[in-house]
């Protein structure tokens, strides 16, 4: 039901910044979250926000550099990332959960994701 389309990606320099966007088809879920993957690694939620937006968390890997938003008008969610380190290319996917499942949490993103974007490629390379 819920269609997600992300953008954004693509190459930066060290340091440099991005920002990607995930735009859903549809407002009625619980939460989206971003995730990152690299190459032989498991899939690993880095930030997430409540349909409303006053929840927010980041995973201490990006915690201070990446900023989850988002824009009610537009029904997108976007992580903005600054001070991009070359462990930051990875690809990047945005996932929504449609509603909280018994003892879930959005408080570290521990939710059961629904719905999954095809994944943007980031690299940082100079």
């Known amino acids: 039901q819920l269609q997600l389309v992300e953008s954004g990606g693509g190459l930066v320099q060290p340091g440099g910044s991005l920002r990607l966007s995930c735009a859903a088809s549809?407002?009625?879920?619980?939460?989206i979250a971003w995730f990152h993957q690299a190459p032989g690694k498991e899939r690993e939620a880095i930030s997430c926000?409540?349909?409303?937006?006053?929840?927010?968390h980041y995973a201490d890997v990006v915690k201070g550099r990446f900023t989850i938003s988002r824009d009610n008008a537009k029904n997108t969610v976007y992580l903005h990332m600054t001070n991009l380190v070359t462990e930051d290319t990875v690809i990047y996917y945005c996932?929504?959960?449609?509603?909280?499942?018994?003892?879930?949490?959005?408080?570290?993103?521990?939710?059961?994701?629904?719905?999954w974007g095809q994944g943007t490629q980031v690299t940082v390379s100079s």
């Open positions: 926000i409540g349909s409303s937006g006053r929840h927010t």
């Open positions: 996932a929504a959960a449609m509603y909280v499942r018994g003892k879930e949490s959005i408080l570290e993103c521990g939710l059961e994701y629904d719905y």
């Open positions: 549809e407002s009625h879920y619980y939460a």
